[in-house]
C-alpha cells in the first residue's frame, strides 16, 4: 500500500521583529520556518527563545541559520545553549548551528566567559556550530537554504528557503539597498525585510546598512512577492508609521513581525 503523500506547505512563525534591541513585549529577529519535514529557525535574537518555546520543542530543531553576527540576531543562541544544557528535559542530539563564514571565531569569543562557568565544553555540546558557504546551496531535510550578499555594517546574507511543490519564502536579514535583492526574492510567497528607517537620509543607497519601511516595500513588489512581512523595527519610530509608508510602494498583504504571527502556504 502506497504511503500517503507528504502535503507540501511551509510555515512561518515570527519570533521577533525588533531592530538592534527589543521593543516592548517584542524581542529581536527570529522567524521559525516549517516545511513538510523540517523545522528551522532563521536567527535568534534576544527575546526570542521563549516565544520559540510556545511553538516548538526547542530540543529538537533540525537548524538554526544566522544571517550575521550582530547581537541582535544571535543573542539568545547563548541562552539556547544553556537551556539544552541545563533543561530537565535533555535533547537527545546537539542543535545544528549554521553561522555565516567567519561566525565560528565571533561565538567562541563571546561564549568564552560562559563557557568558563561549568565543566569545559557542557554549552558547546548542545550544538554542532558550522559555517555555511554563501555560494552553496545548504540542505536541511527537505528544505534548501540558499543566501546572497546584503549591503550591512559586518558581512550579512539574505536568506530564501525553498522546499518542494511550495512557493519559497524571502528574508532580507539585515541590509542595505544597494544589495540590489530583488531578482534573488522572485516569485517568493512572503518577504521578511527589514524596515528599521523612515528616512534614509542624504546618504541615499550609498553605504546604507538598513532599508526604509518604503525601500522594503518596493523590494517586495520587484520580487513579486504576495506579501510582505515588515521586521527590525523600533517602536519608538512608530511601527504603523512603517506600515504605512511601506503601502506606499507594495501593492500586496502586509503584515507586521509582531511574535506569534503566523501564515502558512
Ligand atoms: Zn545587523
Redesign the pocket.
Known amino acids: 500500500m502506497l504511503a500517503p503523500p507528504t502535503i507540501a506547505a511551509m510555515k512561518l512563525t515570527v519570533l521577533g521583529g525588533s531592530a538592534a534591541s527589543p521593543n516592548t513585549g517584542m524581542g529581536c529577529a527570529g522567524f521559525l520556518v516549517e516545511t513538510g519535514e523540517t523545522t528551522l529557525v532563521l536567527d535568534l535574537g534576544p527575546g526570542t527563545l521563549p516565544e520559540l518555546r510556545r511553538h516548538t520543542n526547542f530540543r529538537t530543531l533540525d537548524a538554526v541559520v544566522i544571517s550575521?553576527m550582530?547581537v541582535?540576531?544571535v543573542l539568545d543562541l547563548l541562552a539556547l545553549r544553556h537551556a539544552l544544557a541545563y533543561n530537565p528535559v535533555p535533547a537527545l542530539a546537539p542543535i545544528p548551528v549554521w553561522l555565516p563564514p567567519g561566525g565560528i571565531d565571533i561565538l567562541e569569543t563571546a561564549t568564552a566567559p560562559f563557557d568558563a562557568c561549568d565543566e569545559p565544553g557542557r554549552f558547546a555540546a548542545t550544538v554542532r556550530v558550522a559555517e555555511y558557504a554563501p555560494a552553496q546551496p545548504l540542505r536541511i531535510g527537505d528544505a534548501v537554504v540558499t543566501f546572497a550578499p546584503a549591503v550591512?555594517?559586518v558581512p550579512?546574507w539574505a536568506m530564501r528557503v525553498h522546499a518542494s511543490g511550495v512557493a519559497d519564502l524571502g528574508y532580507t536579514g539585515?541590509t542595505g539597498p544597494r544589495a540590489n535583492l530583488a531578482r534573488f526574492f522572485a516569485g517568493v510567497e512572503i518577504l521578511i525585510a527589514e524596515a528599521t528607517l523612515l528616512d534614509g537620509g542624504d546618504d541615499l543607497a550609498a553605504e546604507r546598512g538598513s532599508l526604509t519601511a518604503a525601500e522594503a516595500g518596493a523590494l517586495a513588489e520587484a520580487a513579486g512577492a504576495r506579501a510582505l512581512v515588515l521586521t527590525h523595527m523600533w517602536e519608538e519610530r512608530g511601527i504603523a508609521a512603517c506600515a504605512r509608508q511601506a503601502a506606499t510602494t507594495f501593492g500586496g498583504q502586509i503584515e507586521i513581525a509582531i511574535p506569534g504571527f503566523t501564515v502558512s502556504w
Open positions: 550575521h550582530h541582535d540576531h550591512h555594517y550579512a539585515d
